[in-house]
């Protein structure tokens, strides 16, 4: 498994010395002591499939413990109220007919049962010819499905499934006594691009989080809703590593099909070998058919994984580039014999668009894709370039702007590729200037000339998101400049640095500084830990001075405080009126996050504010949502996710 660089829980301090940082015994101490995470509407109500949940098995952990123990669960935060009974259901549906318990083994028959003749399979003439097939075809023509052999203290049910525990930062795994139909829709509902990088960093904890599945449904289905929407989101590595904790044998074809897609994503093809020896095929997918010749070459049979790839390209199963790619993937078995070391040239002149499968493997074989395919391309694509080790460092570079403007990449993280490009003289250009620029953001003589490196970042961006992602770039040198009423015309852009990597304290050293009624006001008056309501004076000189398109900053700007409960619900209808807002509007959607929250069910509250904050751009964003999304967190004990995605709201509106 590749490493994750940091996406869960993105580190507070930064490791900087190829930069040269090491000299710089004499800056300031960052002030920030945790990690650096503070870490549409409407719902359609399919049509419930009753579906007994499997016989759930034993869960098993890294320690030893006896066979039926679950995962040990921590204790619930500290302002979610005690209760004795089972937390309430959202929305409960009609109870469903219960099924009535079949008994476990069938009665012996009371008569002889007559046996006819046995019947070879079909192409097959002899018992010794089909006892000469390999095993793999064998249990194919047989119709039989081996299974892991897991002993039954080693098994895990499909309870407490993820990646990282509430001890360890996770969130509550209770989710049982819950709606399924609205878990589904908050969901398969989301398109996994969201306007708000806090937000998709928050959203991927819940998704990565050990969780229990609800009730109602089929354990497997729910881990391949949330496998399936961190693939939409782009973390192809997490969606990966949740599916890896569920047994194979507990898979059905809902979570086969995300699996795959998963492994696809991360260009780990021999990755889901053992899952297809267990898992019966997918017809209707030629992806399966050719993952299983490129799985045969690398299990010793290259000569019967050929054959499947060739008679799929006689066919016409898949494109031929497609083909050519997995061709010689199966090649670089290097199985010994003149069947495992075919030569294959991949052909792109006729190709006229790229695709995941062919991306990856692309980058899989250890080629470049020609540059005219790569224009204009979904941002998922550059989320996986940014994260692909096999890539160069200029490419990855260059896609780390959206990876890192969208939460796939932590500050921390990007600083670290940076740090590679700057200590590499092959890597010319762009990526190259911006590794001395970032350098002496650092590094230079002045705290003026570090000042001027940083804004060469910032302005070097194309467009708004990606100036937001050099900025995140650049979080920890804003932090080390020092504090000074000479920069205090800059002081919003430096908070909104600070603040994209969650640095609140070191930003909150400027409150002093900045301008009452100014931006940097505004996003300390958010991120201030400390509460306290805000000057309505204050508030009333940024809105005078606001030149957003309809003061879309004053109106999240009240959005967030209000949600904080830092303005009075007085102001908040008073400035509703004024910028013809409606912040007290309800929906299904805003009932259902406001619900939630008042059961004090994080999870499901995370859930269903990563539904609310879909789009591309904060302009996609409202002021009524970003109300409703900021309050629900800060009622369920997810204040400093609220102050962080509220501020990042007004610095990007």
Request: with cysteine; aromatic share 6%; net charge neutral.
């Amino acid at each position: 498994m590749r490493l994750m660089r940091g996406r869960l829980m993105m580190g507070a301090l930064v490791s900087v010395s190829v930069l040269g940082l090491g000299a710089m015994a004499g800056a300031p101490l960052l002030a920030q002591q945790g990690p650096e995470s503070l870490l549409p509407p409407g719902f359609d109500r399919p049509a419930r499939q009753a579906r007994p949940s499997p016989t759930p098995r034993p869960a098993a952990s890294s320690t030893p413990r006896a066979a039926a123990s679950p995962r040990p669960v921590a204790a619930a935060p500290s302002p979610a109220p005690t209760r004795a009974a089972p937390a309430p259901r959202i929305d409960l549906p009609e109870n469903e007919p219960t099924i009535a318990a079949q008994p476990l083994i069938a009665a012996a028959p009371t008569a002889p049962v007559a046996v006819g003749p046995v019947k070879l399979p079909t192409g097959v003439t002899s018992y010794a010819q089909l006892m000469a097939l390999p095993p793999d075809k064998l249990d194919q023509l047989l119709g039989l499905r081996p299974r892991y052999d897991i002993p039954p203290g080693s098994a895990r049910a499909l309870r407490q499934v993820g990646v990282i525990d509430q001890s360890e930062g996770g969130l509550p795994s209770t989710l049982n006594s819950q709606n399924y139909d609205l878990l589904r829709a908050a969901l398969t509902g989301n398109g996994g691009q969201m306007v708000s990088r806090w937000g998709h960093i928050l959203l991927r904890r819940a998704l990565v989080s050990r969780l229990d599945p609800p009730g109602g449904g089929d354990p497997a289905d729910f881990v391949a809703m949330r496998v399936a929407l961190l693939l939409r989101m782009g973390e192809g590595d997490l969606a990966r590593a949740v599916a890896q904790d569920v047994d194979p044998d507990n898979y059905n074809p809902a979570l086969t099909a995300a699996a795959l897609d998963s492994y696809v994503a991360t260009e780990d093809f021999t990755g889901f070998c053992p899952i297809m020896g267990v898992q019966p095929a997918f017809a209707k997918d030629p992806r399966w058919n050719a993952m299983q010749g490129m799985c045969d070459a690398f299990s010793g049979n290259a000569a019967g994984g050929f054959a499947n790839l060739d008679h799929m390209i006689f066919v016409g199963a898949m494109p031929r580039i497609d083909m050519q790619l997995a061709l010689k993937y199966a090649g670089a078995a290097g199985t010994a014999g003149r069947s495992g070391r075919r030569n294959v040239t991949v052909e792109w002149d006729k190709v006229a668009e790229m695709t995941p499968w062919r991306y990856a493997l692309t980058l899989a074989v250890g080629l470049t894709p020609p540059a005219k395919l790569m224009q204009d391309l979904p941002a998922q694509y550059d989320y996986v370039t940014a994260t692909a080790p096999m890539v160069g460092l200029g490419l990855r570079a260059d896609a780390s702007d959206r990876a890192g403007g969208a939460g796939i990449l932590s500050s921390s993280a990007m600083v670290d590729l940076y740090s590679q490009i700057y200590a590499n003289d092959d890597v010319t250009g762009n990526p190259a200037d911006r590794a001395l620029l970032l350098r002496d953001a650092y590094v230079a003589g002045t705290p003026a000339d570090r000042l001027k490196a940083m804004k060469g970042l910032w302005d070097g961006g194309a467009d708004a998101n990606q100036r937001y992602a050099r900025q995140v770039l650049t979080a920890y040198a804003a932090a080390r400049l020092p504090v000074s009423g000479d920069y205090a015309g800059d002081a919003g852009d430096l908070i909104a640095s600070m603040l994209a990597a969650g640095l609140d304290a070191n930003a909150l050293r400027w409150s002093g500084v900045v301008p009452k009624g100014s931006l940097g006001w505004a996003l300390l008056a958010l991120a201030d830990g400390r509460g306290g309501e805000a000057s309505t004076g204050d508030l009333s000189s940024f809105a005078g001075a606001d030149k957003s398109d309809s003061s879309r900053k004053t109106a999240f700007l009240v959005a967030g405080l209000s949600g904080l409960g830092r303005i009075s619900d007085s102001t908040r209808r008073d400035y509703a009126g004024k910028l013809s807002v409606d912040f007290d509007g309800r929906s299904r959607w805003s009932e259902a996050i406001d619900q939630a929250a008042a059961l004090n069910n994080q999870t499901l509250v995370v859930m269903l504010a990563g539904l609310g904050m879909q789009g591309d751009s904060w302009g996609r964003m409202t002021p009524r949502y970003l109300y409703h999304i900021v309050s629900a967190l800060n009622r369920v004990g997810l204040g400093a996710e609220a102050r962080m995605i509220a501020a990042e709201a007004v610095a990007r509106a």
